[in-house]
């Protein structure tokens, strides 16, 4: 993948790397809550935040949004590919998910790889970092604004 | 000059999560403090399928058929594999807000609060949200400084909040909520079946003894079989009563807190939101629904820096040294690594091609005993905030 020249600025000295890390945990951050209108399901709301009205477009925010809403709808579908896999597994005594990966855990990792896609193409340029919501306990969506992007 | 390594100790974040857990097998397993009750329902299960294997089997293999004894032995291993599984996973444990997140909720608080007159209590912390045309009260909990999502509540044996909390079970040591009720019923259901299977052939394996040497002698020759029906006959009552409850909380999807404090209990057109108001769906959904994962990042690294001062040569030196002088990301980030720990963006990119670790912990199959209705019923001390 092609280095932008902004990655540049975060060559490697460690001391500007743990400085850039205290940055970011203390930049400004905006916490997305959950939409709980449809019950427990995992989604989060899509009310545009007036607090980054100055960094990223709506549309490019609600996009982000929805398609994580979407992948936690995947993740939570109760249909046919849920009941056998949940019987298969009450069959084993679930010992199967001991060498087994769940679909849920599958669509978590397709939702890590997109949060890091979207970070390095939409929001890095634009200073700023989605944090995945299950580090976060699937609460909130925590979108820092990283002020200091300076080296050393 | 070369970089100098700084020593490292590593510690995983089971060791530094608030409440009352206690984590065994490197943060593998978790389950409440208090086990002592646990460790009853292992011996009265155990002991009770040992006897069974070694006064009746025998004789009931030989006289009636070898498959008696090979289904009890199906039937114990299940009825181990739910108990361990319910004992020792993550129940659905909602982590603490971290201190930037408590804050903005704070402040949150606070402009939809606006100045309130000193003096004054300030009115509770609650949010309303709608479900399906419910309104539903979030309650905001002051040990995590969150607000609840619904369903879930904080339980005050393991000082957690807990998503889909249903009860503290004593009887397997840990809290049923989200991520095990489906373990739990089926623990209660098997564990139904085995007491009510080796009830059965008790007495048929006695009556069938009895013919050809009488009473007495029959229970002189297997005294394993009195204790057997006593701990059966005594089991049965809670563990049939139980499961015939939890059956129908599921077809109703609701939780046993729910059930004790009336939340859906019609009064004021108050209704069940989760319902499908349909038993086959809401069943499906309890028992066949996704199976949710730990948010919790046990195994998760928290390597931590001595005072040594790191010496940087070149740059083709820096990646390998960065790599051992961070501070809380392990060498391949997993999706659970704070995103605050992991490398620059570059650098994760490039980790990217490489297998990530799974970040599921494999618990154990729990095993479940029957809480005595009565414990298992009440809300077990939970604080209600």
């Not at chain 2, 008696?68 to 299940?78: E, M």
């Amino acid at each position: 993948m092609s280095r932008r020249p902004i990655l540049r600025l975060f060559l490697p000295h460690a001391r500007c790397f743990l400085h850039w890390v205290r940055s970011a945990s203390l930049a400004t951050k905006v916490f997305i809550q959950r939409d709980y209108s449809e019950g427990t399901v995992c989604q989060f709301q899509t009310k545009f935040p007036a607090e980054l009205d100055s960094r990223i477009e709506r549309q490019l925010f609600e996009d982000t949004v929805k398609t994580l809403n979407g992948f936690y709808t995947e993740a939570e579908k109760i249909g046919g590919q849920s009941y056998l896999e949940g019987c298969l597994a009450c069959t084993t005594a679930y010992i199967i998910f001991l060498c087994m990966e769940t679909r849920y855990e599958k669509v978590l990792k397709k939702i890590s790889r997109y949060i890091q896609e979207q970070n390095e193409k939409i929001y890095a340029p634009r200073g700023l970092l989605i944090t995945d919501p299950i580090e976060r306990g699937m609460r909130v969506v925590s979108f820092s604004k990283l002020t200091d992007l300076k080296v050393g | 000059m070369s970089a100098v390594m700084v020593a490292k100790k590593v510690t995983r974040k089971w060791e530094k999560l608030p409440g009352k857990n206690t984590f065994c097998c490197d943060g593998r397993v978790m389950m409440a403090r208090q086990k002592g009750v646990f460790y009853l329902t292992l011996f009265l299960i155990i002991g009770t399928c040992c006897l069974f294997f070694a006064f009746e089997c025998p004789y009931l293999a030989v006289h009636l058929s070898p498959a008696i004894p090979v289904f009890a032995i199906v039937l114990f291993f299940f009825v181990m594999a739910m108990l361990l599984r319910t004992s020792f996973s993550d129940p659905g444990v909602l982590p603490r807000a971290q201190p930037d997140e408590a804050m903005y909720i704070e402040m949150e608080i606070e402009a939809a609060n606006g100045n309130v007159p000193s003096g004054q209590r300030p009115p509770p912390r609650i949010r309303n949200v709608q479900i399906n045309n419910q309104i539903v009260k979030l309650k905001y909990c002051y040990t995590c400084k969150i607000f609840r999502p619904p369903r879930a509540s904080h339980c005050g044996i393991c000082d957690n909040c807990v998503e889909r909390f249903d009860h503290h079970c004593p009887w397997v040591g840990n809290c049923v909520g989200k991520r095990n009720y489906r373990y739990f019923y089926l623990f209660t259901l098997s564990l139904s079946l085995l007491t009510i299977y080796i009830f059965t052939f008790d007495i048929v394996h006695v009556v069938l003894r009895s013919v050809s040497d009488g009473f007495v002698q029959t229970l002189k020759e297997t005294p394993g079989t009195v204790l057997e029906v006593l701990v059966c006959f005594f089991t049965l009552w809670s563990v049939v009563g139980l499961t015939g409850f939890h059956t129908y909380l599921v077809l109703l999807n609701q939780t046993t807190n729910e059930d004790i404090k009336g939340s859906w209990s019609g009064k004021n057109r108050v209704q069940n939101p989760y319902s499908h108001r349909n038993i086959v769906k809401n069943c499906c959904e309890v028992l066949c629904g996704p199976v949710y994962p730990s948010v919790l990042d046990r195994r998760g690294l928290m390597a931590e820096l001595s005072s040594s001062p790191v010496m940087i040569s070149d740059a083709k030196n820096y990646i390998p040294d960065l790599q051992t002088t961070k501070t809380t990301a392990p060498l391949i980030p997993n999706e659970q690594t704070p995103e605050e720990a992991k490398p620059p963006l570059q650098y994760r990119t490039e980790e990217a091609t490489e297998p990530k670790q799974s970040p599921t912990v494999q618990e154990l199959p729990a095993v479940d005993i029957p809480p005595a209705s009565l414990t298992d019923t009440a809300p077990a001390k939970e604080q209600v905030f």
